[in-house]
């Protein structure tokens, strides 16, 4: 990606009274990375490519909605330079501040409005969401339409269409947000549930029924809030409770196998050599040779 970035400015796009630009194209290999002076909203209609936003790329495909803050550089490219064949086809809504301080008059929610000032104050990194409703194109579509050819009206059905893309896509990040901190509370319940029963044989499907969650989702969160599988998680944390009672007890090493989960004393020794390095033995030793 080429590093300079062109601003476009706001007098080459909003030549009317309303502050909105609204329009429906094919993008290409020719316009350059850019920043603007305005909040885009992007709606990926057809096709596959790229979004190159910031310092990331992102695969786009159809049924997806950019919410791009004032100053941040971006720019989307088709999948292939046949782009007769394969276009990519995005919905852009411009709007720049003084049209931002009208839908804050309009807009009665302070969340929504302060959303509105951190995207023209470039506050809030970029937003990413899939319309899986299709609700965003639909307003993405009647924007176009509308602002295609104007008609006695079109001002406050532009203007009510902006709110409502404004306040769908908010909804979706609220709803993200909440959806993240209940994620993250239940699996923190499971990750206690871990520590408090770490000496039994637990299997996923046990997981299950204290979480509510499919074992494939449970996976997943696993990879997410720890960085490692289920299984890995497992043993790490069983080692590492191993290591606690090599350190503070005088307990044989086949009673603190078994106290960490382990049936069998060779898995036990050749897990614990593969995670720490050392024996069980050898770590104690160590341990207790240090000043």
């Given at each position: 990606?080429?590093?300079?970035?062109?601003?476009?400015?706001?007098?080459?796009?909003?030549?009317?009274?309303?502050?909105?630009?609204?329009?429906?194209?094919?993008?290409?290999?020719?316009?350059?990375?850019?920043?603007?002076?305005?909040?885009?909203?992007?709606?990926?209609?057809?096709?596959?490519?790229?979004?190159?936003?910031?310092?990331?790329?992102?695969?786009?495909?159809?049924?997806?909605?950019?919410?791009?803050?004032?100053?941040?550089?971006?720019?989307?490219?088709?999948?292939?330079?046949?782009?007769?064949?394969?276009?990519?086809?995005?919905?852009?809504?411009?709007?720049?501040?003084?049209?931002?301080?009208?839908?804050?008059?309009?807009?009665?929610?302070?969340?929504?409005?302060?959303?509105?000032?951190?995207?023209?104050?470039?506050?809030?990194?970029?937003?990413?969401?899939?319309?899986?409703?299709?609700?965003?194109?639909?307003?993405?579509?009647?924007?176009?339409?509308?602002?295609?050819?104007?008609?006695?009206?079109?001002?406050?059905?532009?203007?009510t269409l902006v709110s409502q893309l404004v306040v769908t896509t908010y909804r979706h990040i609220y709803q993200a947000t909440c959806n993240e901190k209940e994620n993250t509370t239940d699996m923190e319940h499971i990750l206690h549930y871990l520590d408090?029963?770490?000496?039994?044989?637990?299997?996923?499907?046990?997981?299950?029924?204290?979480?509510?969650?499919?074992?494939?989702?449970?996976?997943?969160?696993?990879?997410?809030?720890?960085?490692?599988?289920?299984?890995?998680?497992?043993?790490?944390?069983?080692?590492?409770?191993?290591?606690?009672?090599?350190?503070?007890?005088?307990?044989?090493?086949?009673?603190?196998?078994?106290?960490?989960?382990?049936?069998?004393?060779?898995?036990?020794?050749?897990?614990?050599?593969?995670?720490?390095?050392?024996?069980?033995?050898?770590?104690?030793?160590?341990?207790?040779?240090?000043?």
């Amino acid at each position: 990606m080429n590093p300079t970035v062109q601003l476009f400015k706001s007098e080459s796009f909003f030549q009317n009274n309303l502050k909105l630009f609204v329009n429906r194209c094919s993008e290409d290999f020719v316009v350059p990375f850019h920043a603007h002076e305005f909040v885009e909203y992007s709606y990926v209609a057809e096709g596959k490519g790229f979004h190159h936003i910031g310092e990331d790329i992102i695969p786009v495909h159809k049924g997806m909605l950019f919410v791009n803050p004032v100053g941040v550089p971006h720019v989307f490219r088709p999948a292939t330079a046949n782009v007769s064949e394969h276009p990519l086809i995005i919905y852009n809504c411009l709007f720049n501040s003084e049209l931002i301080h009208t839908l804050s008059i309009m807009i009665q929610e302070a969340e929504i409005r302060n959303h509105l000032t951190d995207l023209e104050k470039n506050q809030i990194p970029y937003v990413s969401i899939l319309d899986y409703s299709q609700r965003m194109e639909e307003l993405m579509v009647k924007l176009y339409r509308e602002s295609a050819i104007p008609r006695i009206g079109s001002s406050t059905i532009l203007y009510t269409l902006v709110s409502q893309l404004v306040v769908t896509t908010y909804r979706h990040i609220y709803q993200a947000t909440c959806n993240e901190k209940e994620n993250t509370t239940d699996m923190e319940h499971i990750l206690h549930y871990l520590d408090q029963h770490v000496n039994e044989r637990i299997r996923l499907s046990e997981l299950v029924n204290i979480s509510g969650w499919s074992e494939r989702h449970i996976g997943r969160m696993f990879v997410t809030h720890t960085g490692r599988t289920f299984g890995a998680y497992l043993q790490h944390l069983r080692i590492q409770k191993s290591c606690e009672l090599l350190k503070n007890s005088q307990h044989k090493i086949s009673f603190i196998a078994e106290l960490v989960g382990y049936r069998d004393v060779d898995s036990f020794y050749a897990v614990f050599k593969r995670i720490t390095g050392e024996t069980p033995q050898g770590y104690r030793r160590n341990f207790r040779a240090e000043p």
